[in-house]
């Protein structure tokens, strides 16, 4: 799937903000605000009344240190099955009202030593989402290598609802 698609318009450089406003581990829009120039207006939408998002995967996948859980689970046992994290929480839905996260979970392996990477998705627009999605997660398994100090692996995109938005193709 070709995300450079002129019709498409993906925009590497506000990709690569986000995934700089995930590093951060801070829900706030106004911090992507900070890193890209402007809020975009969909995490606008998505705000809640402290202008936090819970689709702010960067503060998902760090609440109680899941990375840092995933990266000693590896390193102590490479074909443990335990390294995982998760980011919707069905426990919280109460917290969804505005802005409910399109990731279930995601889980590391390594196998013939590269770490390869399984992305699940209860939503995901192949338009834009999955762009910027995939350049997030893409992202994080590059860094999670580098933690491990061995080479990426495959990685897994799956989505439980994978969809178009007609209204925005021409």
Known sequence: MDI?????????EYAEAE??????EDPSVDRLGDIYGKVPPIWDKMADSNRHCRSN?????????QLDHVVAKLKNLKDTRHAAISIYDGKEISTYAKDTPCTYAVQFT????KLNMAVVMRSNDIWY?????????ASLQNMMSYK?????????????NFHLYNNKIK
């Open 110 to 113: 390594i196998v013939n030593n």
């Open 19 to 24: 995934w700089q406003w995930y590093l951060t």
């Open 148 to 160: 491990l100090s061995i080479d990426v692996g495959s990685y897994y995109h799956f989505a439980h």
């Open 129 to 137: 989402g999955f762009c910027n999605d995939q350049y997030c997660f």
């Open 4 to 12: 450079t698609r002129q019709d498409r318009k993906w925009n590497q």
């Open 57 to 65: 995967y960067g503060w998902q996948w760090n609440r109680n240190h």
